[in-house]
């Protein structure tokens, strides 16, 4: 999921221009109708899996669409309803209802615009794959079983908790609907099949009107998604906006909507910018046309809204080139809705829930875990703890537990110093006196002396208790902040009370600055430090009669020494 966003000085989204907008009118006609029949029922499902009426879904659609494509970064980006907003909506509406996620849904598009003025759209490439891969997997997992009770015909209260839900449809098996389940067969079967047959029209649409036809033709008793309004969504007023109480409640669930709407709006306009050879994406602006789309998109109706990966992808593979394919969509979606809004009231709920199953399983990060699996254990880790976390807790505490567990891995992977020491072979001149010899040790330190590393480096060396001469090899060492300052200090003493010398070679200049303004340069001794470790145990044994030619000698002998 996770992708390098561009820099932002490569970010050349263009201003929303007319001119530049019908000059390629026949493919974002195409682009935008296409995308327009794949969100049709999507949106649907999209809004189910939420927890509010299908009408939502589409209102979202059409209303976010049309902004977002207007004010958006992307000129390429499709917004609607998505499924990692439903797994987090599905939480405020349980919890709070339809009126107080209209609330929260423009407090998130307020922060997504104070994040675009604030110039932080670059901040999603910080964020680690393992964790994107672990929330996107989460994801996949809750909505899959979301849907659980529908694709059975289970008329459950829904649960606020994952594993509650779980639990109360197991205890529910003995009231199966068959028909439910022959209908979510069809569907799936047909999204899966359909693509090998004709794959210009979604299979998506093709097994929902199947498997309407079916339940209409055979009477089948199955639940179904209800009256839709055949009319376009007009504004209204949302209530409770002035209660400051209500809003500091709110506050928290505006953030996850914002931080999820972000990423992931984010995440699908890098996937639409490696599609595409025309211009490319803003981030910023794109925070900011997401932001006023999802403070519109309440007064019409409708829930938050994020750019989706799928429906964006259909649209370029369509044609679309700019954003008037984004308005196409939600002009389309919209005459739909006056054209055959009657017809969907006998859509079964089991064929959005089929849907979205396949949609769940297509989720799932295959090649990631594919990926963790042969690279490193502990990237593993991390994304199997956000997936945990994401399903049996929530998503933003996911995303927030992920970031931790991955820093603390970047920290432990910096700060895992490769400290060897070098044999004696390599490390002296020959004629060396055995005595001598004896007394010295050599080690190369590799990597950055912070304080992840600061520990490790006293327990190496403090390791040799009857060496006289302990040469550090610092070349390799680009860093040092305080705490290795304060470890390096008390190595120092720790060697002098066991009358042990210590010795410093090829400070970068960096590290040199640093320890000369801490004092502990002036402590070790200028004496002490040296280009080289030949220059070091030459200045113990100057009357070796090799120091001479090997000193002359100094920039290629330590350049073997790596």
């Known amino acids: 999921m996770e992708s390098p966003l561009t820099e932002e000085s490569v970010e050349v989204s263009k201003p929303f221009r007319l001119g530049h907008l019908f000059q390629s009118w026949r493919g974002d006609l195409t682009g935008g109708l296409t995308a327009a029949i794949v969100a049709l029922p999507l949106a649907l499902a999209f809004a189910v899996a939420s927890g509010v009426e299908p009408k939502a879904g589409l209102y979202t659609a059409i209303v976010a669409g049309i902004v977002a494509a207007v004010f958006g970064g992307s000129p390429v980006q499709i917004t609607g309803p998505t499924g990692a907003m439903a797994v987090v909506l599905i939480g405020i509406v349980s919890q709070y209802g339809i009126e107080k996620v209209w609330l929260a849904g423009v407090m998130a598009g307020l922060i997504q615009i104070a994040l675009g003025i604030a110039k932080l759209g670059q901040l999603v490439k910080f964020i680690p794959y393992p964790v994107t891969a672990g929330f996107t997997n989460g994801i996949a997992i809750i909505i899959f079983c979301g849907q659980l009770n529908n694709f059975l015909g289970l008329q459950l209260p829904r649960q606020e908790y994952f594993l509650d839900g779980l639990w ?20 799936i079967a047909t999204k899966l099949i359909w693509p090998y047959v004709y794959p210009t029209i979604p299979g998506s649409l093709v097994g929902l009107v199947l498997a309407t036809i079916v ?34 409640e709110l506050l928290r669930p505006a953030l996850a909507l914002a931080a999820l709407g972000s990423i992931e709006s984010l995440l699908s306009a890098v996937v639409a910018d490696g599609m595409t050879v025309s211009e490319k994406h803003n981030s910023n602006r794109e925070l900011i046309g997401q932001g006023i789309a999802n403070m519109v998109v309440p007064f019409f109706g409708g829930i938050p809204a994020t750019g989706a990966i799928a429906r964006t992808a259909v649209n370029v593979r369509s044609g679309g080139k700019t954003r008037l394919s984004g308005v196409i969509h939600g002009i389309a979606l919209g005459f739909i809705v006056l054209a055959f809004a009657p017809l969907a009231s006998h859509i079964p709920l089991a064929a959005l829930a089929g849907i979205l199953m396949v949609t769940s399983v297509r989720m799932i990060e295959w090649e990631a875990i594919g990926l963790l699996l042969r690279a490193t254990y502990s990237d593993l880790a991390v994304m199997l703890l956000t997936w945990l976390v994401t399903i049996f807790f929530d998503l933003v505490l996911a995303v927030e537990i992920g970031l931790i567990a991955a820093g603390a891995l970047f920290i432990k992977r910096m700060s895992d110093l490769n400290l060897a020491k070098i044999p004696e072979t390599e490390a002296f001149p020959p004629g060396i006196p055995l005595e001598l010899s004896q007394s010295i ?107 001479s030619s090997l000193l002359a000698k100094t920039e290629s002998v330590e350049l073997s020494e790596i």
Not at 182 to 187: D, K, R
Not at 217 to 234: K, R, W, Y
Request: charged residues 15%; glycine residues 4%; neutral net charge.
């Open 441 to 547: 040790a050599v080690y190369r330190v590799d990597g950055p002396v912070f304080f992840g590393a600061a520990e490790r480096f006293v327990t190496f060396l403090r390791d040799e208790p009857e060496v006289k001469y302990l040469i550090l090899r610092m070349r390799f060492v680009p860093n040092i902040d305080t705490t290795g300052v304060v470890a390096l200090e008390y190595i120092y003493y720790d060697l002098k009370r066991h009358n042990c010398r210590l010795m410093l070679t090829g400070l970068q200049p960096q590290v040199r600055e640093i320890l000369e303004r801490s004092g502990l340069l002036a402590k070790i001794g200028v004496e002490n430090c040296f280009a080289t470790t030949t220059e070091a145990i030459c200045s113990l044994h100057p009357s070796l009669p090799e120091c």
């Open 215 to 248: 339940s209409i033709v055979f009477h089948l008793s199955v639940p179904t998604i209800g009256t839709i309004p055949q009319s376009l969504p007009l504004p209204h007023s949302i209530p409770h906006w002035y209660d400051l109480n209500l809003l500091r």
């Open 168 to 187: 109360q449809t197991f205890n529910h098996l003995h009231l199966v609907n068959f028909a439910s389940v022959l209908v979510a067969l069809i569907v």
